[in-house]
């Protein structure tokens, strides 16, 4: 989380945004790895579906920055694959817990699986639209790499601040600072997104292979 949140604040492109950006990737990598496997052995279906996922924005987004072609591959189609399959699964939970008469399914409202099934099943089709075309190139190529790293972060700071509250000091909890610094990645994708599709500031910027975006914060 500190890393993606310090990589947003460098200078895009410079070698500390990249260093810093790869070290949230690392992080974050392990972080879904981990959890995933703690999920199957305490066997908590929703988390295990949640680090995969977790897991895929950040490799995939990774992906894009890092290849200098912008070709897809192997690893792209088993991506697509991959989010296809936790998509539906995330969105068949989220139907059985809503016709639930507890309104849950593994300990979770329809909420969660509905908002990440959605995301996913977004995410896929942005991939298959890469591998239809041959794959992608100059803005597109940016914002795929940034929307799904600030999703990534999101899931970060959502799992700190929005699922932890009570670790936290009243104030904090009262003032509502948990809520914002839970989705200030969200604010920030949205900002840059908006920047890099809709302005002329990010046009001709480069992407390099060291994992950085010259004009995007990882």
């Known amino acids: 989380m500190l890393s993606g949140f310090v990589a947003v604040i460098l200078r895009k492109g410079s070698r500390r945004h990249g260093i810093v950006g790869n070290m949230f990737v690392v992080t974050m990598l392990c972080l879904s790895s981990s959890g995933t496997i703690l999920a199957i052995m305490k066997s908590q279906p929703g988390n295990i579906?949640?680090?995969?996922?977790t897991f895929y924005f950040v490799?995939?987004?990774?992906?894009?920055?890092?290849?200098?072609?912008?070709?897809?591959?192997?690893f792209d189609w088993g991506a697509l694959v991959a989010v296809l399959g936790l998509?539906?699964?995330?969105?068949?939970?989220?139907?059985?817990?809503?016709?639930?008469?507890?309104?849950?399914?593994?300990?979770?409202?329809?909420?969660?699986?509905?908002?990440?099934g959605s995301v996913?099943?977004?995410?896929?089709?942005?991939?298959?639209?890469?591998?239809?075309?041959?794959?992608?190139?100059?803005?597109?190529?940016?914002?795929?790499?940034?929307?799904?790293?600030?999703?990534?972060?999101?899931?970060?700071?959502?799992?700190?601040?929005?699922?932890?509250?009570?670790l936290f000091p009243a104030f904090m909890r009262k003032t509502g600072m948990l809520?914002?610094?839970?989705?200030?990645?969200?604010m920030l994708m949205i900002f840059w997104l908006v920047r890099v599709r809709f302005t002329k500031a990010y046009k001709r910027?480069?992407?390099?292979?060291?994992?950085?975006?010259q004009s995007v914060a990882a």
Do not use: N
């Open 179 to 186: 809520l914002l610094l839970s989705f200030l990645p969200l």
């Open 87 to 116: 998509a539906s699964v995330e969105l068949t939970w989220g139907l059985q817990a809503a016709l639930s008469p507890t309104g849950l399914k593994y300990d979770y409202p329809p909420g969660p699986y509905f908002f990440m």
């Open 120 to 166: 996913a099943a977004l995410a896929a089709v942005g991939d298959i639209r890469m591998l239809v075309r041959g794959g992608i190139s100059g803005t597109q190529r940016i914002a795929r790499h940034l929307w799904r790293m600030c999703f990534g972060l999101f899931v970060a700071s959502a799992s700190i601040f929005l699922a932890r509250q009570h």
């Open 49 to 53: 579906v949640g680090g995969a996922i």
């Open 59 to 74: 490799a995939t987004a990774w992906l894009t920055a890092r290849r200098r072609d912008g070709a897809p591959g192997r």
């Open 205 to 213: 910027k480069p992407m390099t292979r060291a994992g950085e975006v």
